[in-house]
Structure formats: C-alpha cells, structure tokens
Nanobody
C-alpha cells in the first residue's frame, strides 16, 4: 500500500519561504508524474504544480515564478520550495500523482499559514 507523508509546513510572514517534503513509499513515485495539491478553507483541493518522471514541470499561474517543484528518486521524496509567500497561499498542502490523484489514501497534509 502506497503511503504519502507530507512535512515542512508552518507559520510564515508574507514574503517568506518554506520548503515542503513528501516521502512516498512504493514504486509509484518512480514511474508516475507527481504533484502538489492544496486545499484552502472552504475551497476545493487544487493541483498547483506537477513534475514528470523525467523532470518536466508545470505550475498553476497563481504560483508560477514563486514555487519550485523537484523530486529525488533515490530518496522517493518530492519537494516544494515556496518563496514570496502570500496570504492566499494559506492551505493544507498534499502530494499525490498528477494530473489525477491515483493514490486513494491521501496523506495527512502539511499546514501552511501565511500571516503577519
């Protein structure tokens, strides 16, 4: 059974930075595109960035130029470097395959709060 464990969230002031990590068990990480999703209070979960197995990346317009996704296949770990954070980035962040989440059991997510 694939497990996804997100970490690295926290409280940060506007303009600050955070680096999220997602540790994935199983072989799914090596062969599928992976993505970071987020869900803000009262809103649906949305895909914000993806990376293919060969490193091709895509970003939602709302995070383009500020967020960077990367992956370490040897460590089965996905990363999200978030810079120039805005209050609108406040959400619980999750990882899963992309563009469709194929792992049915989502991780617990990691809370990112951007506030002064």
């Amino acid at each position: 059974q694939v497990q996804l464990v997100e970490s690295g969230g926290g409280l940060v002031q506007p303009g600050g930075s955070l680096r999220l990590s997602c540790a994935a068990s199983g072989s799914i990480f090596r062969f599928f595109p992976m993505g970071w999703y987020r869900q803000a209070p009262g809103k649906e979960r949305e895909l914000v960035t993806s990376i293919t197995d060969v490193g091709t990346t895509t970003y939602a317009d709302s995070v383009k130029g500020r967020f960077t996704i990367s992956r370490d296949k040897a460590k089965n770990t996905l990363y999200l470097q978030m810079n120039s954070l805005k209050p609108d980035d406040t959400a619980v962040y999750y990882c899963n395959t992309s563009p469709l989440p194929k792992v049915p059991n989502w991780g617990q997510g990691t809370q990112v709060t951007v506030s002064s």
